[in-house]
């Protein structure tokens, strides 16, 4: 409840706000529709919406796996090898410069309107951090300790597997949740610049209507989808990673104790 209820209050307050403005304020339907307006929309046009949910949610979740396996095994060779850090990282970070909005029409026109470009543009929106997350994740590894598994004779696999993997999983993870609350917005935007099904071109069909009452609920599920997938993604790192978590609430003890 401590962290549910500020954020569930502000948005409370937020909503209020808003539809206390489109009240008094006597503004169109069409140009800011109130909230009740944006729900009313939502629930009549639940069936169109949840078909384009589902199809760009598809795109967010293959274009996020992709990036999550070619990015940690990116972040493993880079790890492993300084030379290919020292010549690729800058060009990884220099890559991100570059708008997606300016790549997306390119793919279009290079593989069409269907999947494969949402999932391309998914991709490119969440290597970046993972990548970035895994490759400080493994320079975090405990000198110390790394020296004492190679006193102990472990092998290479084993300093990576009971070692500088657990090490590496916080920041992993870190980069696993800014990257999933990127996918569904790459999908989307993908699905903007040319697309036959999905959210993105049902708010650009609804802005070629007028309708801005579905494009706040188009962005509302959107939204929603998002923070669904974020928490999802915290779920998985508790029960993945439960050493870590009975470490930090054993560190909050002591300091409690302390003072």
């Not at 009740?36 to 949910?53: G, K, T, Y």
Request: aromatic share 14%.
């Amino acid at each position: 409840m401590k962290q549910i209820l500020p954020p569930l209050l502000l948005v409370l307050i937020l909503v209020s706000l808003w539809q206390l403005y489109v009240s008094w304020s006597g503004i169109r339907q069409t140009i800011l529709p109130g909230p009740f307006r944006v729900i009313e929309a939502l629930v009549n046009f639940w069936d169109v919406i949840s078909e384009n949910l589902i199809y760009t949610l598809v795109e967010a979740t293959l274009g996020f796996t992709i990036a999550l396996a070619i990015g940690f095994l990116f972040a493993v060779l880079l790890d492993y090898s300084p030379v290919l850090r020292r010549a690729v990282y800058p060009l990884l970070v220099a890559s991100q410069t570059i708008p997606i909005v300016a790549i997306a029409p390119l793919l279009i026109i290079w593989f069409g309107y269907d999947i494969v470009p949402k999932i391309i543009v998914v991709w490119l929106v969440c290597f970046f951090p993972i990548v970035v997350a895994g490759v400080d994740g493994f320079a975090s590894t405990d000198r110390d300790t790394t020296r004492l598994f190679k006193s102990l004779q472990a092998s290479t696999w084993q300093i990576f597997w009971k070692l500088r993997l657990p090490s590496a999983l916080p920041f992993i993870f870190s980069g696993i949740r800014i990257a999933i609350t990127y996918a569904v917005a790459g999908a989307v935007l993908g699905e903007y610049v040319g697309a036959e099904k999905g959210l993105g071109i049902f708010i650009q069909r609804s802005k070629n209507s007028f309708r801005n009452d579905l494009i706040f609920a188009a962005v509302l599920v959107i939204a929603v989808a998002s923070i669904l997938l974020f928490l999802l993604v915290t779920v998985i790192q508790h029960r993945t990673m439960p050493w870590y978590y009975r470490q930090q609430a054993g560190g909050k003890k002591a300091g409690n104790n302390k003072k």
